[in-house]
C-alpha cells in the first residue's frame, strides 16, 4: 500500500493504493472537511483508511510505503510521539496492525510515491474524481485525541522526541499562511516602515523573523522560505534527452512537481517586467516572491536536461523554455500518441489467458494515452475492454448489453474475475467429455492376452461362391451369377442392356 496526505489552502486530502500481490490496483481519494486539519494528521488519516480498506478486501499481510519520515518513524517506534493527536492516531495504528499477520511502514522518497502524491492533491485541491478511482469525504478526524496530564506537559522532552515535536507543531503551507495574532502590528511596521519596538531584545526579534513574513494589502502572510521544489526528485528521474525520445514522460513529472508545489503558473505565463520605482512596497514584495519562483524553476527544469541543452537554454525563461522544447519535440510526442492510440485499439485478449494481466496491459496504454492528454471517456474504455476480449466471453458481453450496465473500471474488473472462474470451469468440463469414451466396449476378438502373450488371430474364412448347379438368370446355363455371367457384362457394356436402378418396391395387395 502507498499513502500520501496533503495539506493547502482549499483544504486537507489524502490519496491511498492498494496493489494485490498480481499487481491490480485499487485507487481512493479522501477529503477532509473538518476543521484546522494539518499535514501529518492528513497524512495519517491516509494510512488509518488505507489499512481498513486493505483489511475489508481481505489482506492478511500488509507492506505499506510513505514519504512522511514523521509517520513512519513513529509507528515504527523509531522516534516517540508527543503531540496529542500523533498519540491517538499511533494508538490506532497498533489496534489496526493487530488485525494483520504482518504489517510494516517503510519511508519512501516524494518521487518514488508520486502517484498517491497526485491522489492527495486531487482531494485537498478538491479536483474531478478521474474515472475508476474511488473516493470518501470524512467529516471528522478517526481519532479523538488524548488530553496529557499537568505533569506531562511540564516534562520537556529530549532527543527524537523533541525533534518530532518540533515538526508536529509546524504547519506544512505550500502556499503562504496569514498570522492572525495581535503582536502582528510590529512586523509590519518594520516590513513597511523600518520602526523596531523601543526594547533591544524585542527589537532583534522582530528584525531576525520579520524575513519569513510579507506584508500584502495591509495584512501579515508568512511566507515559505524554502523552496517547493525538491531538486533531488528532478535527479532521481532520468534526465530529458537531447533527441527528445522521452519527453513525454519527462515533462509528465515536470508538472507533477510543480503542481505540488502549487507553480504551475510558471509555465503558464511569463514572468514580466519588474515594477516601477513609485510603487508601493507590498507590489514589490509580490513580484520578488514570483522572481524567486521563477529561478527555483528554472533551475530545476535546468537539471532535468542533459547537457547539450543545459548549454542551450541557460538563460531562458522557464516559459520560454517550455514553450521551445514542445515545439522541437512535437513531431515525436504526436508519433507517440499515434502509437499509444495503436496498442490500446488493437490490444486482444487471448484464449485462455489471465483478464487481470490483459486488464493491467489495457489500462496501462490508457494512461499512456492520458498522459499524452487524450483523455479516453468511460463508456469509450469498458466498450473497448469488451471488444479485446476472446470468444468464450461472448456470453458475458451479450449478458453486459442487454442489461444495458454502465460499470466503472473497478467493477467491471471484479465482474470478469468471476466471469473468468466459471469460463474455466466449463472449459474443464468439455475437455473431460472430449478425452472421455462413453461406447460400450463390446469382446474384443483376437486382442486379449493369455499368459501375457497376445493370442493369434484366427484367420478369415473365404466367402462362398455360387454352387454348381446355380442357374444364372440371364443366359440361363449353370455354375455362375447374373452378376459374374460374361455376355451379361459385355451386353452391359455395350449400351444392349441397361443396368437396373437400386430402390424399395412397395406393392399392395
Not at 547537457?307 to 507517440?336: C, G
Request: charged share 30%; net charge positive.
Amino acid at each position: 500500500m502507498n499513502f500520501d496526505g496533503s495539506k493547502r489552502l482549499e483544504g486537507a486530502g489524502a490519496g491511498a493504493i492498494l496493489i494485490s500481490p498480481e499487481g491490480d490496483k485499487l485507487k481512493y481519494v479522501l477529503r477532509m472537511t473538518f476543521p484546522n486539519a494539518s499535514n501529518n494528521e492528513a497524512e495519517y488519516e491516509a494510512l488509518i483508511h488505507g489499512m481498513k480498506m486493505a483489511k475489508a478486501c481481505g489482506a492478511t499481510r500488509l507492506k505499506i510505503f510513505g514519504d512522511s519520515q514523521l509517520v513512519a518513524q513513529q509507528v515504527m517506534n523509531q522516534c516517540d510521539a508527543v503531540n496529542d493527536s500523533m498519540v491517538a492516531y499511533k494508538e490506532m495504528y497498533n489496534e489496526l496492525e493487530k488485525l494483520f499477520d504482518g504489517c510494516e511502514v517503510n519511508h519512501i522518497s516524494r518521487l518514488s510515491n508520486d502517484e498517491a502524491d497526485v491522489l492527495a492533491n486531487i482531494g485537498s485541491q478538491c479536483l474531478a474524481i478521474p474515472p475508476g478511482v474511488f473516493w470518501e469525504e470524512i467529516t471528522e478526524r478517526s481519532t479523538k485525541p488524548k488530553k496529557s496530564t499537568k505533569k506531562e506537559k511540564n516534562e520537556k522532552p529530549s532527543g527524537a522526541a523533541k525533534e518530532a515535536l518540533e515538526e508536529e507543531e509546524e504547519e506544512e503551507q505550500d502556499l503562504v499562511l496569514m498570522v492572525q495574532i495581535p503582536w502582528m502590528q510590529a512586523y509590519i511596521s518594520y516590513i513597511l516602515r523600518k520602526t523596531i519596538p523601543d526594547d533591544p531584545v524585542e527589537a532583534r526579534r522582530v528584525i531576525r523573523r520579520s524575513k519569513a513574513f510579507t506584508v500584502v494589502k495591509g495584512e501579515l502572510y508568512k511566507r515559505n522560505m524554502a523552496s517547493p521544489i525538491n531538486f533531488n526528485q528532478f535527479l532521481e528521474k532520468e534526465k530529458l534527452k537531447s533527441n527528445g525520445s522521452n519527453f513525454t514522460d519527462w515533462f509528465r513529472h515536470v508538472r507533477i512537481f510543480l503542481n505540488g508545489g502549487n507553480l504551475q503558473y510558471v509555465l503558464d505565463a511569463p514572468l514580466g517586467d519588474p515594477p516601477a520605482e513609485t510603487e508601493t512596497d507590498e507590489v514589490k514584495n509580490v513580484y520578488a516572491t514570483r522572481k524567486t519562483r521563477y529561478s527555483q524553476v528554472q533551475c530545476a527544469i535546468l537539471c532535468s536536461l542533459e547537457s547539450d541543452l543545459q548549454k542551450r537554454f541557460e538563460h531562458h525563461d522557464p516559459h520560454e523554455l517550455m514553450k521551445e522544447l514542445k515545439t522541437i519535440f512535437e513531431t515525436h510526442a504526436a508519433v507517440e500518441c499515434y502509437e499509444a492510440s495503436k496498442h490500446f485499439f488493437s490490444c486482444m485478449m487471448e484464449e485462455g489467458s489471465s483478464i487481470s494481466e490483459h486488464m493491467l496491459v489495457m489500462t496501462g496504454h490508457a494512461k499512456k494515452l492520458s498522459d499524452l492528454g487524450i483523455v479516453i471517456p468511460n463508456r469509450l474504455g469498458i466498450n473497448r475492454v469488451l471488444q479485446s476480449l476472446p470468444p468464450s466471453y461472448k456470453n458475458f458481453v451479450m449478458n453486459y448489453n442487454m442489461q444495458n450496465m454502465n460499470k466503472e473500471f473497478p467493477e467491471l474488473f471484479g465482474m470478469l474475475k468471476a466471469a473468468e472462474i466459471e469460463i474455466k470451469k466449463e472449459h474443464q468440463v468439455l475437455m473431460v467429455n472430449k478425452t472421455t469414451s462413453f461406447k460400450k466396449q463390446g469382446k474384443s476378438k483376437g486382442k486379449f492376452k493369455k499368459g501375457g502373450k497376445k493370442a493369434a488371430t484366427p484367420p478369415m474364412k473365404p466367402k462362398n461362391g455360387p454352387k454348381p448347379d446355380a442357374e444364372c438368370y440371364y443366359c440361363k446355363e449353370k455354375g455362375h451369377w447374373k452378376r459374374n455371367c460374361s455376355k451379361y457384362l459385355a451386353d452391359l457394356k455395350s449400351g444392349l442392356v441397361k443396368k437396373k436402378k437400386e430402390g424399395i418396391s412397395i406393392y399392395m395387395l
